[in-house]
Every structure is written in structure tokens, then in C-alpha cells.
């Protein structure tokens, strides 16, 4: 049993280039989520998903896209990188049927820099 | 304003005190809150939550919300090195808000 498993762990881009961070759950959650985690702001959230086909914004979306075609897969792709967008990615995920508490299981996060 | 306050300022203490971590929530409509534990370079990992006010004690870990003042607290009793992390807290239903986090340092 995996978990939230996220890669790469570690990536360099160059300002305006583009590319895909993997995220993969096996613990058949409805829920997904991408945080990202910058000194001082803490975790903010940047695109959920609540189930196969839905996906929608949170607090930070702007130059970020998801897609859902799976219950296991959240991929979140950059469009186009800005320095801004360095900073540490998580992927997260929880069992919820609409009501309760949204117990996040973390990956072990993807470190992103861009020049 | 960010729905949940933590003041993110670190904290060192000496083995075996309490440590005491505060966050205030802006949202009178969460009903779940929560409290993470981060170690460095390491995702968030849950270290419990409550349901609504009260207390809930797990071990040498207390957690408390008073929803009257919109007030969650985090107590670590008997505090080890091995708790020297990150503490996040968090509240919501589906979906979460977050604090800034607090680093913990326990010196032996």
C-alpha cells in the first residue's frame, strides 16, 4: 500500500518551458487535492477534485491545470513556469462521502524551481 | 485574512516541558479541525483532529477547540526531541484551510 505517491521529487525549469507533476493514489479516495507550500504562507490550495470528471479551483489556481480521468490520477501541469511558481507541490487525498472530515494523506511533495 | 491564524513564529523548548501551539479560525461554519505534524523535507501527516468544540487527548498530545472564540490549541506533555517538527493546524469540511505552521524545536 502506497499511498499518495508523487514524481518527480526533485525538477529545474527554465522560465516559460512546461511540465507535468504526477500524482497517484491506491487508496481508492474520492478526493484529491494539489497545496502548494511556500515560507510564510503555509499550505495553499490550488485545484481539487472530488471525484472521476469534476475538478475545480481553490485559493491559488492561476497558471496551473488538473484533469481527474481516473480516481487514482491528479496530475497538475504547469502551462508556462514563472519563478513565482517555485516552491514545494503536495498532493493530497481523502475518503469522504460528502460530509465529515477531510482527513488528508499526504505525498512526500515535489520541489519545484524555476529560473 | 487568511481563515485560519497561526503566528508562525519557532519555538524552542527543553526536553520534557509543554509545548503549547495556538490558532485562531475566521469561519464560524467548520466544523472539523485539524492538527498536522511535518518533519523537514516530509509531507503533512495527520496527528489528530476534533469534531465541533471540546477536548481530545491522545497520548502525550491534547487538542482543543472552543468554537465560542474561535480558538484551537495544540498541548504536547513530556515533550521528546523526536517531536521537533512542524505543526500545521487546520479547519473546514471538505475542504481545508491552513495555518502557517509551527516549527518546534525540543533540545535535549
Known amino acids: 500500500n502506497a499511498g499518495v505517491t508523487q514524481t518527480p521529487k526533485f525538477q529545474v525549469l527554465k522560465t516559460g518551458q512546461s511540465m507535468t507533476l504526477q500524482c497517484a493514489q491506491d487508496?481508492?479516495?474520492?478526493?484529491m487535492s494539489w497545496y502548494r507550500q511556500d515560507p510564510g504562507m503555509g499550505l495553499r490550495l490550488i485545484h481539487y477534485?472530488?471525484?472521476?470528471?469534476?475538478?475545480d479551483q481553490g485559493e491559488v489556481p492561476n497558471g496551473y491545470n488538473v484533469s481527474r480521468s481516473t480516481t487514482e490520477d491528479f496530475p497538475l501541469r504547469l502551462l508556462s513556469a514563472a519563478p513565482s511558481q517555485t516552491s514545494v507541490y503536495f498532493c493530497a487525498s481523502s475518503h469522504t462521502g460528502g460530509s465529515g472530515a477531510n482527513v488528508l494523506t499526504f505525498g512526500a511533495g515535489s520541489r519545484l524551481t524555476v529560473l | 485574512q487568511k481563515e485560519v491564524e497561526q503566528d508562525p513564529g519557532p519555538l524552542s523548548v527543553p526536553e520534557g516541558a509543554i509545548v503549547s501551539l495556538n490558532c485562531t479560525y475566521s469561519n464560524s461554519a467548520f466544523q472539523y479541525f485539524m492538527w498536522y505534524r511535518q518533519y523537514s523535507r516530509k509531507g503533512p501527516e495527520l496527528l489528530m483532529y476534533t469534531y465541533s468544540s471540546g477536548n481530545k487527548e491522545d497520548g502525550r498530545f491534547t487538542a482543543q477547540v472552543d468554537k465560542s472564540s474561535k480558538y484551537i490549541s495544540l498541548f504536547i506533555r513530556d515533550s521528546q526531541p523526536s517531536d521537533s517538527a512542524t505543526y500545521l493546524c487546520a479547519g473546514g469540511d471538505n475542504r481545508l484551510a491552513f495555518g502557517k505552521g509551527n516549527q518546534v524545536v525540543v533540545i535535549p
Open positions: 487508496m481508492n479516495h474520492e478526493y
Open positions: 477534485s472530488v471525484g472521476a470528471g469534476i475538478t
